[in-house]
């Protein structure tokens, strides 16, 4: 009888001493997480970097997804923006049956210029059913960007079946 009783109470104390570890433990990993630089996948050396996507075009025939990095000065007076990614084409129809290409488009903002300035970043074409585009590009000085997925005819200038503008980053944010 004593010897169950000694054993419930050793059982007790592992579990309290357990219980009471864990929390200690999570502040540990917190406290080392929030103090670390973000991990990347393309990488290291960034303030701020995310994978960010897939975003669509309204009719789902186009995809995109990637990765983008912000590095500042030590000042915090300008940064560069690293963008990089994928463009699916996901349209199988063929050009007579209405098929188009996949299209992507960024726009940056940047800081300083006040109000809703927006500036075209690049754009990107891909056009292959099935296949995908690699793109990377760079912009200096900039607090917020944007991207939107859309179609475009293969001779055309004027996309189609737009998502929505999706914020990939905005300076608040870090």
């Known amino acids: 009888m004593i010897k169950r009783i000694a054993t419930g109470l ?5 579990l309290g001493a357990i219980a009471l570890a864990a929390p200690a433990t999570a502040l540990a990993a917190t406290t080392a997480a929030t103090a670390a630089p973000a991990a990347t996948t393309a990488g290291t050396g960034y303030d701020y970097s995310e994978n960010w996507g897939p975003y669509f075009s309204s009719n789902h025939r186009a995809k ?4 983008i990095g912000v590095e500042w000065d030590g000042q915090q007076k300008w940064n560069r923006v690293d963008v990089k990614g994928k463009l699916y084409d996901l349209d199988h129809r063929t050009y007579k049956q209405g098929g ?7 726009a940056v903002h940047h800081f ?6 927006w500036y075209d970043g690049k754009s990107y ?18 607090d917020s960007v944007r991207v939107k997925v859309c179609q475009i005819g293969q001779h055309s200038s004027y ?16």
């Open 10 to 14: 050793l059982a007790t104390a592992a």
């Open 64 to 67: 995109s997804h990637g990765w």
């Open 100 to 106: 188009k290409c996949a299209y992507v488009k960024f």
């Open 112 to 117: 300083g210029d006040g109000g809703n300035q």
């Open 125 to 142: 074409t891909y056009c292959g059913a099935g296949g995908a585009k690699h793109f990377a590009f760079s912009k200096h000085k900039v």
């Open 159 to 174: 996309p189609t079946r737009c998502g929505d503008w999706e914020y990939l980053y905005t300076a608040e944010s870090e």
